[in-house]
C-alpha cells in the first residue's frame, strides 16, 4: 500500500512533535506518574485533539489510516501519551458521530482543543472482555437519566472532563446497553485512587463510581453496545499502531547500541547471530504494519470483513510490538534494564497493549467467529 504525499508528511509532522516535545520527558513523566495537559494542548494545536472529527465541527476530518501513521509517530515519543490521546479521540468521535447537534455544539469544541478531555467508560470490575454483561443502571427521572455503578480501569478519569458512560436501561444483553455524557463536575460522580501500575504510568488510571449521579442520552435508547464496539474498531487500530511505534523506537535504539558496542573485538552489529535477530525483528514489524493499514483502510471504506481485520491487526501488532521491544532490551543487555535509556518503560508500555481495547484472546474470538460463524 502506497501512501500519499500528505500522509507522509502528516506522519513526519506527528513523529517531529514526539521527538521534540514528547520523547525528551517520556522516562521523567514515567517515574513521577505526571500527566502533561499542556502538553496535550499542543498535540490538539496539531489537530490531534480531533483527529476524525468532521471539519466543520472543529476536527481534522482524517481517515483511520490517517490516524495510524499519527499514532505510530506519536508513540515513538511515548506510547503512554499516544494510547491516552488515541482514548481521548474515540471520545470525541462517538459525539461526532452520535451525538446531536446540542452536544455537538457543547463538546466537539472543548475536546478538539484538548481544554476538555475525554474518558471512556465500558469496563467494570465484573464486566470486561464480556462487555454486554455490565451492571452499571441508568434509570429515568423525568427527563433526565440517572446513573449508578462503577468503571473499573479508566484512562483519564478524575482529569478529564467529559466521560462516555454505557450503561443499562434495558434486559440483559447488548440490546439493553445504552451511551450517556456524564461531567466532571456532577454530583454524584467520584473517582477511585489512582491505579499502581506496571506501566502507561503517564496518565492516571481510576475506577470511576456513580451514584446518582445524572447523565445525557448518547445517540439512541439501547443502542449502546453498538457504539462502543464501532469506537473499540477504531481504538484497536489506534492501539496496535502505538504499539509498531514504541517497539520500532525500541528497535531503532538498539540497531544504533549494536553499531557502538564492542565485545570480543568486534561491533555486535557484526555477530550473526544478533543480526538475525534484528532482521527478524524489522520483518515482523513490517509485516503487522502492512497488515494495521490494510485494516484502517478497509475500516475507512465500510468493506466486509472490516471488523475482523480491525482484530486481526490489534493481535497481531500488539503482540509484535511486546516482543520486539522485549528482544531489544535483550539485545542491549543490562543496560536495557536500566531505567536511563527508556527501553524497560516502552516494554512495560507495550505489555498492556495486549489487554486493553479487547484481550488478544478476544481478538482471536472475533477473527475465528468471522470465519466460522457464532460457536454453539
Avoid at 93 to 114: K, N, S, T, V
Avoid at 184 to 208: C, D, I
Avoid at 299 to 317: E, N, S, W
Wanted: overall charge negative.
Amino acid at each position: 500500500m502506497r501512501l500519499t504525499d500528505d500522509q507522509r508528511a502528516l506522519a513526519d509532522t506527528a513523529a517531529g512533535f514526539a521527538a521534540e516535545c514528547l520523547a525528551p520527558h517520556a522516562v521523567a513523566w514515567d517515574q513521577e506518574k505526571y500527566f502533561p495537559v499542556d502538553v496535550l494542548r499542543k498535540a490538539a494545536g496539531l489537530g490531534l485533539g480531533g483527529v476524525y472529527v468532521a471539519e466543520e465541527h472543529g476536527g481534522s476530518g482524517l481517515g483511520r489510516l490517517d490516524a495510524a501513521l499519527v499514532f505510530e509517530a506519536l508513540a515513538g515519543g511515548c506510547p503512554s501519551i499516544a494510547a491516552y490521546i488515541s482514548i481521548h479521540n474515540m471520545v470525541a468521535w462517538l459525539i461526532d458521530r452520535h451525538g446531536d447537534d446540542a452536544q455537538r455544539a457543547r463538546y466537539l469544541p472543548g475536546l478538539c482543543a484538548m481544554d476538555a478531555l475525554g474518558s471512556y467508560c465500558l469496563t467494570e470490575p465484573g464486566a470486561g472482555s464480556d462487555a454486554a454483561a455490565l451492571t452499571t443502571r441508568a434509570r429515568r427521572d423525568g427527563g433526565d437519566w440517572v446513573l449508578d455503578g462503577v468503571k473499573q480501569f479508566i484512562s483519564g478519569a478524575g482529569v478529564a472532563e467529559v466521560y462516555v458512560v454505557f450503561a443499562r436501561t434495558g434486559g440483559p444483553g447488548a440490546g439493553g446497553i445504552s451511551a450517556f455524557l456524564v461531567e466532571l463536575g456532577t454530583p454524584g460522580l467520584s473517582f477511585g485512587p489512582n491505579e499502581k501500575k506496571m506501566g502507561w504510568n503517564a496518565q492516571p488510571t481510576r475506577q470511576v463510581v456513580l451514584d446518582s449521579a445524572r447523565g445525557e442520552l448518547l445517540g439512541a435508547e439501547g443502542g449502546g453496545f453498538r457504539l462502543a464496539m464501532a469506537a473499540l474498531d477504531g481504538g484497536r487500530l489506534n492501539i496496535g499502531a502505538c504499539s509498531l511505534g514504541g517497539a520500532q523506537a525500541a528497535l531503532d535504539r538498539a540497531v544504533t547500541y549494536l553499531r557502538d558496542r564492542r565485545a570480543f573485538g568486534l561491533p555486535l552489529a557484526d555477530a550473526q547471530a544478533l543480526r538475525f535477530q534484528v532482521a527478524d525483528a524489522h520483518t515482523q514489524l513490517e509485516a503487522a504494519r502492512l497488515l494495521l493499514w490494510q485494516a484502517a483502510d478497509a475500516l475507512d471504506q465500510g468493506a466486509t470483513g472490516a471488523v475482523a481485520l480491525c482484530a486481526m491487526a490489534k493481535r497481531l501488532a500488539t503482540d509484535t510490538g511486546f516482543d520486539v521491544a522485549n528482544t531489544a532490551l535483550q539485545l542491549h543487555g543490562g543496560y536495557g534494564y536500566l531505567t536511563e535509556t527508556g527501553i524497560e518503560k516502552i516494554v512495560r508500555d507495550l505489555r498492556v497493549h495486549q489487554i486493553l481495547e479487547g484481550t488478544n484472546e478476544i481478538m482471536r474470538v472475533v477473527i475465528a467467529r468471522d470465519i466460522l460463524g457464532a460457536a454453539a
